[in-house]
């Protein structure tokens, strides 16, 4: 820890990695903690999970019994054990006997990604409730043809307040909170929709997962979507680094100078080409989508086998975009797990290790913030894969029924879990990673000045 401290100071050791290696120690020593515990009021499955992202501190849940609630898990509500373990109750809930709460079991919440002063939630009444979390009054709600499997709203969205429903019907709709109505319905799937998550790099860009176990990507302003997820087409391992690409290679130093210059002339007609081709190629496919089907149309510069395709052998039941934005982890009801290169639409074929999923419901997945962790549901475990080589890490058994859902938050390098036996349940770091840490800190503070800016 010192050493690290001591290269981070001299600049051999950039921050971002120091935090990286702190967070992942961390991350490396979870287990169930025994000095923190939620008091869950849910009396039925627990569905899903989110802290929110602006304070890192208020965690959201939804279960099958029609009831929503939101902890503070920075501040106790009480203690027990001689003041060993923290209790945190819920602040408040919401369920059946609220005038405006939903009739039916709460399949997904999510918090409004600005502030905290608005929640989401969706249930099998057929209905999106957008919610004052300081009233706890409903302050906008739509009407949806199905049963709400999922909810997302884009966390680096600025021109919009779009929330994509994903339900048991065949179209994605796009509720707008501004104005309270349906602002676009994405048309594709062949069955309903079981998953939904915006891209983290662009505010126009929602993926989606169906019943039919495809993937598809939407520029929501465009009419259909740009690109369907093929398993057979892959690719191994992550993309080399631009530079990577760049460099020279070395066998070209030893090319004597015409070589060279005859070499470059041959390659700039080809150079060339490539540019017009790029700078023309949406009018390209817009000629072709003039000529084709119907079909065709409303999935534009797409064939019908492209269409077709499929990422899962069954029902895509999570997605999740790591938060650099450039590859996505979808789970489905065939037990797999599938890593996907977003810029290259490629399977990477990263194996992850046997994972059973179960195929009811949607489940959650959650990624770590620096992209090396993904944390799965599987049936009573919650398990960690390495995302990149497929290993699985940890296991955190604790539950008595399956696991649905999974939030980690990186703030305090703590896992929440919910599962069927209507319990939530905390992982965090041992307390001989939390004193050392502490220990730091207090060595560190001996040694500030009083000087003041």
Known sequence: MWKQIRDRESGRLRPNLYRNRVELSRLASLQLSNHKEIVSPHRASVNSLQVDLTEQRYLLSCASDASVAVYDVQRATGREGGGLICKHKPLFVVDKRHQQGHKYAVSTSIWYPVDTGLFITGSY???INVWDTNTTQVAVDFKMPGKVNKCAMSSVATSHMLIAAATEDVQVRLCDIASGAFAHTLSGHH???MS?????SSEWVL????????????DIR???????????HCQLGRRPPLLARSAPNKSSTSKSPSAVHTSSIKARPSLRKSLIGNNHRQSFIDRQVSRGSLRQRSHPGMLTTQDRATAHYGVVSSLKVTNDGMYLLSAGSDSRLRLWDIGSGCNTLVNYETARLQTTKALQVDISRDSSVAFVPCMMTTKAFDLWSGKAMMNFHGHYENVNCCWYNHQDQELYTGSNDKQILVWSPTKIAIEE???VKMKLGVDEDNWSD
Do not use: M, P
């Not at 939904?196 to 983290?200: L, V």
């Not at 993926?207 to 939407?218: E, H, L, N, P, Y």
């Open 191 to 193: 069955d309903g929709v």
């Open 125 to 127: 009444d057929h209905r």
């Open 222 to 232: 465009r009419a259909g979507c740009f690109r369907v997820l093929d398993q057979s």
């Open 207 to 218: 993926i989606t997962g169906g019943c039919d176990g495809a993937i598809r990507f939407w």
């Open 196 to 200: 939904a998550e915006w891209s983290a």
């Open 437 to 439: 840490e502490s220990e």
